[in-house]
C-alpha cells in the first residue's frame, strides 16, 4: 500500500487516487475499518496522509455503503452484513490532513457532473446502463461513470466501471437529466443492498464506493427515479380497445420497460393477460397491434415480433377460458367496480 501511494503521490492524480482509495475501501471487513484508519494517523506519514485523505474522499461524499457489502453480494452472503460504517469516521480520522498534501489532493471528489444517458444494454433491455460524465473543479481528467442496472431481478446495480468519456461513443444511449440518471444509480444500488445473496460482478466492489460518491455529487436528485419509457410512446394504433389495452400492457412492464424480449412478451400475451387482465373484446383485437407498436417503439427486434405473431392468434381463447383466470380476476369479475 505504501509503495502505491508513493506512486499516487508522484502520478499527481486526483482520479487515479480516488479509484485506488475505492479499491482499498472495497477489500475492508467492517471490523477492520477503524483500527485500520487508526494505524493510518499513528503512522504519519505522507503516504499514510494520502491514503487518509483518499479514503475520506471517496466515503466523505456521502456514499452509504457498508464495508465488505459488495464483496459479501458478490459472493452470494448477504449485500448488508451488520451496522453501516459512520461516514464521518473517515472525516474525523482525515480531519487536518489536507493542510499537510500537495494541492492536487484537494480536488479529490470536487467533480462537477457534465451530462447523463440512460437506455438499454442489450437488445432486449434485459440490462440497462446508467452513465454520468464529470470533471473536476480545474477542469482536468474527464470520465464516464457506467452503472449496469439488471432489469430481470428487480432493477438493482450489477456492474460499474470508470472509463474515458469516448467510451460512451460506443454506448447507445438516450441523454437525460443528471439528477433522474444519478438518483437511478442510487435507487440500484440500495436495491441490491436489501437483496440477500445478490449476484453481481466481481468487478462491481472496487467501484462501488466511487459509484456512490459521484451520484451523490449530482445535484437536483430524483429519488425514487422513474423510467420515463412509458410516457414518450406516442405510436399507439387508431383501433378501438388500444388505449384499453395499452393499459394492461403498461400494468405489466410496470417500472421497467425497456426490458422486452421474446419471453416477456410470451408471458404477457399468454400467462399474465388470462390470469390478471379483463378486457373487452375490443381490447383483447386490438392488443396484438398494441403490443407490435410497443414492440417498434423499442426498436423493433424480429424476435420479439415473430414471438407476438406466434402467441397472438391465440389470444381470444385464452382470455376466454375461466380457467385460467387467477384469483383476483375472479373476485372483480364477481364484484366488478361500479361505472
Not at 500500500?1 to 485506488?20: F, G, K, N
Not at 485500520?36 to 499514510?48: I, Y
Not at 449496469?148 to 461513443?169: H, M, P, R, S, W
Request: overall charge negative.
Amino acid at each position: 500500500m505504501i509503495s502505491q501511494a508513493r506512486d499516487l503521490l508522484r502520478w499527481r492524480s486526483p482520479l487515479r487516487t480516488e479509484l485506488w482509495a475505492a479499491r482499498l475501501m472495497a477489500g475492508l471487513e467492517q471490523g477492520e475499518v477503524e483500527p485500520f484508519l487508526r494505524r493510518l494517523a499513528e503512522d504519519g506519514g505522507t503516504e499514510a496522509r494520502l491514503t487518509l485523505a483518499a479514503l475520506a474522499a471517496v466515503k466523505g461524499a456521502g456514499a452509504e455503503t457498508e464495508a465488505g457489502a459488495g464483496a459479501h453480494a458478490a459472493t452470494g452472503e448477504g449485500a448488508a452484513p451488520g451496522e453501516p460504517v459512520d461516514d464521518a469516521l473517515f472525516a474525523r480520522a482525515a480531519d487536518g490532513v489536507l493542510e499537510t498534501l500537495p494541492g492536487w489532493v484537494r480536488r479529490m471528489g470536487r467533480v462537477t457532473c457534465e451530462g447523463a444517458w440512460y437506455g438499454p444494454a442489450d437488445p432486449y433491455g434485459e440490462q440497462t446502463l446508467a452513465a454520468l460524465s464529470f470533471r473536476y473543479e480545474n477542469g482536468k481528467e474527464p470520465h464516464l461513470l457506467v452503472v449496469g442496472i439488471d432489469q430481470v431481478n428487480g432493477g438493482l446495480a450489477v456492474d460499474a466501471v470508470v472509463e474515458e468519456v469516448k467510451f460512451l461513443d460506443d454506448l447507445n444511449l438516450r441523454a437525460e437529466e443528471p439528477g433522474t440518471v444519478a438518483g437511478r444509480v442510487l435507487d440500484a444500488f440500495e436495491l441490491g443492498d436489501r437483496i440477500m445473496g445478490a449476484l453481481v460482478a466481481d468487478t462491481l466492489p472496487a467501484v462501488r464506493p466511487i459509484a456512490l460518491s459521484r451520484a451523490r455529487a449530482v445535484p437536483d436528485l430524483v429519488r425514487p427515479a422513474p423510467d420515463d419509457t412509458v410516457s414518450r410512446f406516442q405510436e399507439l394504433p387508431e383501433l378501438p380497445g388500444a388505449r384499453e389495452a395499452f393499459g394492461k400492457l403498461v400494468e405489466f412492464v410496470g417500472d421497467r420497460p425497456l426490458w422486452w424480449s421474446p419471453a416477456r412478451a410470451a408471458q404477457f400475451l399468454t400467462s399474465w393477460l388470462p390470469r390478471e387482465a379483463i378486457l373487452s373484446e375490443a381490447g383483447i383485437a386490438a392488443m396484438p397491434e398494441v403490443v407490435r407498436a410497443w414492440t417498434r417503439f423499442l426498436g423493433g427486434q424480429p424476435a420479439v415480433l415473430r414471438q407476438i405473431d406466434a402467441d397472438a392468434p391465440s389470444l381470444p381463447a385464452l382470455m376466454a377460458d375461466e380457467s385460467l383466470a387467477g384469483l383476483g380476476k375472479r373476485l372483480a369479475k364477481k364484484h366488478p367496480e361500479p361505472m
